[in-house]
């Protein structure tokens, strides 16, 4: 079965940027879209096809961002804020949905 | 704004059979995947399975033979039943909804922008 690999944390001080990998062999072949959940709530799309923000009532912030090169995709939050601190996952489509294991974000 | 409504029992014994559904509210049933995801205490996310409008069915392969996903259509609601449950099914289980989108060629991209509010179910004896 195919396999996302995240790191198990991701440490970064407020205001500073907080980069969250996801790779897995032939990923380049593939779309990835990113989650955020807090403690006790439902996931939150924050990324899809790689780079997009979803807009609407529930728009993500700005400082969220998505990039893609080669087999590792990476969210990207610019300034973080304590309210970012959350787990993370990607998620791709391999004729089946497919999670990454998650990274929790904490912001020290 | 559409919204997923979820409801089932939450406290099964062993060997019973979970049973879940999940109803759309204020938007479109068709062109979309329904889906079940599933998240064990303190662990990640588990997709468990996918239904559009049609009954067009796929199911995560690890559990393809304890589970099975309905739809009923006309009242906008998909159903989750997983048979013989044991202890490890112990998790809070989320409806979502899935968008496949064709980028180019056979390549898709796949992302699910609304989800239900979860339903915690424990299998104990």
């Known amino acids: 079965s195919y396999e996302l690999t995240q790191p198990p944390s991701v440490s970064v001080s407020p205001g500073q940027t907080a980069s969250i990998t996801c790779s897995a062999e032939k990923l380049g072949d593939k779309y990835v879209c990113w989650y955020q959940q807090k403690p006790g709530q439902s996931p939150v799309l924050v990324i899809y096809q790689d780079s997009e923000r979803p807009s609407g009532i529930s728009g993500i912030p700005e400082r969220f961002s998505g990039s893609h090169s080669g087999n590792t995709a990476t969210l990207t939050i610019g300034g973080t804020q304590a309210i970012d601190e959350a787990d993370y996952y990607c998620q791709t489509w391999d004729r089946n949905v497919v999670f990454g294991g998650g990274t929790k974000l904490t912001v020290l | 704004q559409v919204q997923l409504q979820q409801w089932g029992a939450g406290l099964l014994k062993p060997s019973e059979t979970l049973s879940l559904t999940c109803a759309v509210y204020g938007g479109s049933f068709s062109g979309y995947y329904w889906s079940w995801v599933r998240q064990s205490p303190g662990k990640g996310l588990e997709w468990i399975g996918e239904?559009?409008?049609?009954?067009?069915?796929n199911y995560n392969p690890s559990l393809k033979s304890r589970v099975t996903i309905s739809v009923d259509t006309p009242k906008n609601q998909f159903s989750l039943k997983l048979s013989s449950v044991t202890a490890a099914v112990t998790s809070v289980y989320y409806c979502a909804r899935g968008n496949m989108v064709q980028a180019w060629g056979q390549t898709y991209y796949y992302y699910m922008d609304v989800w239900g509010k979860g339903t915690t179910v424990t299998v104990s004896s």
């Open positions: 239904i559009n409008h049609t009954g067009n069915i």
